[in-house]
């Protein structure tokens, strides 16, 4: 065993392995690590491991003749019911910043980190047993455009659709997504705030539905205000769908998927 000694900021680098190890922070008898690697290198607590018996509760792995449906149909689940439990752990940290509990919200914080790490080192290697399946008429759409003004909204859903797949540009406003609409590639979807500035949400929808240019563009409401409140049409001379804040990014992307295939694409 090779012992360093590191002070608060310095690091260890593994060059042969392309990682790097940060002393972030020093609080009691507690050091806290940040490590760098490249992503098909598992990184775990020593003790995590001892908890791969929560991923293994249905027994032992499908026999190689499993029809591959099965296969799929099993992820999807363990999928959904640790993004379930992920979000009631996001709930609880919530509750207990609130509460002014900043050392327990680590400790769910904690908790979390460790499970998204089981399902990574968990899945390793499972998707690669699945056998390639065709792809879905729904992923024929490429482009989406997303005007949302509150930056952080903006990156995390924009984060997500492109990890689903989609080609996505942004805009933090109505009058930039406007001047986007006219000088770049026509987006198969625009993901519209209606609380925007310089040019609300409600104006950019009818100025887009009176332009024939546009024509095929499906428009989705993302707001934290009823439709009710908004003079729109439902369908596609106004809103195509509407998603109320806080929104699910997987239910987005559901729904695009149906519209998508609704209209052949």
């Not at 914080?109 to 089981?118: A, G, I, K």
């Not at 024509?215 to 009710?228: M, N, R, T």
């Amino acid at each position: 065993m090779l012992v360093l000694s590191r002070k608060l900021g310095e690091k260890i680098v593994l060059p042969s392995l392309n990682i790097a190890i940060q002393v972030v922070g020093v609080k009691g008898r507690q050091v806290r690590l940040g490590i760098v690697a490249p992503p098909d290198i598992s990184v775990m607590r020593a003790e995590l491991p001892d908890r791969t018996r929560e991923w293994s509760a249905e027994g032992a792995p499908a026999p190689d003749d499993v029809a591959a449906d099965v296969s799929v149909s099993k992820l999807g689940a363990e999928l959904r019911n640790r993004l379930k439990a992920t979000a009631a752990g996001l709930g609880l940290m919530h509750l207990q910043l609130d509460a002014g509990q900043p050392d327990e919200a680590g400790k769910t914080l904690t908790y979390l980190q460790d499970d998204f790490q089981l399902l990574l080192h968990g899945l390793e290697g499972e998707l690669e047993k699945v056998p390639a399946q065709p792809v879905r008429h729904a992923r024929a759409l490429r482009k989406a455009l997303l005007v949302e003004d509150n930056s952080n909204e903006r990156e995390l859903l924009a984060g997500f659709l492109r990890h689903s797949g989609l080609e996505v540009d942004t805009s933090p406003d109505g009058a930039d997504a406007l001047q986007y609409l006219g000088s770049h590639r026509k987006p198969d979807v625009i993901l519209l705030d209606m609380g925007l500035p310089l040019v609300d949400g409600p104006t950019m929808v009818r100025r887009i539905r009176g332009n024939p240019n546009f024509a095929g563009i499906k428009i989705f409401g993302v707001s934290g205000h009823l439709p009710e409140e908004f003079d729109l049409e439902s369908g596609p001379r106004g809103i195509d769908r509407w998603f109320h804040k806080p929104v699910d990014p997987a239910v987005i992307m559901r729904d695009l998927e149906e519209e998508l295939c609704r209209n052949g694409r």
